[in-house]
């Protein structure tokens, strides 16, 4: 299929959602690289109602936005290298460069490190052990990208290894199994399994080689949106079944929101209400999935002149913007100001650094690649003026 724009927007969507959220972690009492002096028990209500899908569909999208990428160059190993170069760089870059500030905040916030970031920099996070209970050096944020890049490597070597008709089969067995209401029932069966009986016991780590349980969900999200792009029936079923998919959503939402209310903070919930709590999450996140995919391809398939810029800011945006928000709210710690201030001030100076940090890079050719921007391409040189011969007299 051609590109589908409310795919773009939704994706676009996704990760300023992840900007909100990761303030907002700042506000509730649940543990962040840098805490409010004034944390507030209810922000955690309305952040509930995207903790659950918020991850998996930036899997999802990524997923089809991959198929797109690999249709370009359908040979598995061009595809994995085509990734890699476009991943690792902003990573290794990140972790040298960017990340280093949110660590050094935590610790000298929250663990008693009494060192500046100089010093940190230089001599504690290259320590590649543990320091005030944090490994370092550290990725943070960027596990994303960690994870996204081991999932492309993954489906690369298995897309090298399957013939061509066997692929096909394949993806039409999936979308089989997920025809008309088993769109629904299925993959929120599977979170169900994953969410109520395993969640409570096997928490994300982001360390990867521990994550095996959120594995089984990000990657399986990842190969839904790489095979939904090519994939007529499974577009049929979320146009058929989205409506549905929001009220799942709705409902899970809701015992989700109560369970919050109920207990607030870091209340222990009992064992009966965590494990409904685990069933309203899973039926939440696919619910919300569907619907998203859904409203994105009845409204929002529709380009816009600021689509382009915006789709290529995200991945700048997302590499500088929790860092930008650590930095910021461990400055405001001992500033007195109320949250409703705090939270002005940190989404105005967030917005505004992601926007100088992306401009600014996109700018300077040997940066782009390290903010995830594609290197530009070379005009190429004009051809010389053909010699014409003339005639002597």
Known sequence: MGRHYGMDWLRIGAFGLLIFYHIGMVFVPWGFHAKTAQPIDWVAVPMQAVNAWRLSLLFVVSGYASRAIFDRQPAAGRFAWGRTKRLIPPLLFAIVLIVPPQPWVELTTQRGYAGGLWQFWTQDYWQFGKLGGLVLPTWQHLWFIV???????????????????????????????????????????????????????????????????????????????????????????????????????????????????AYPGNVPAPKDVWFAFGIAR?????????????????????????????????????????TVIVLVAGALLGAGIGPLAEFAILLAATVAGCWLFYRLGRELDWLRPLIGLRARRRAAAPAPAPVVATAQG
């Open 147 to 261: 994870y996204l890049w081991a999932y492309t490597v993954v489906l690369a070597l298995v897309l090298a290894v399957t013939p061509v008709r066997l692929g096909d089969a394949i993806a039409r067995g999936i979308a089989w199994a997920l025809h008309g209401p088993m769109l629904l029932i299925v993959p929120a069966a599977l979170l169900i399994a994953q969410m109520a009986w395993l969640f409570p016991g096997a928490p994300e780590t982001h360390a990867f080689f521990d994550d095996l349980p959120i594995h089984r969900v990000y990657f399986a999200m990842f190969l839904f949106g790489f095979v939904l792009r090519e994939s007529p029936a499974l577009w049929a079923s979320i146009r058929r079944w989205w409506p549905v998919a929001l009220a799942m959503g709705a409902l899970g939402y809701g015992y989700v929101a109560w369970v919050q209310i």
């Open 282 to 322: 899973a039926v939440q996140s696919w619910g919300m999935i569907v619907a998203l995919i859904g409203i994105a391809d009845r409204w929002l398939n529709i380009d816009h002149p600021a689509r382009a810029m915006l789709n290529e800011a995200v991945f700048p945006f997302y590499i500088i913007h929790q």
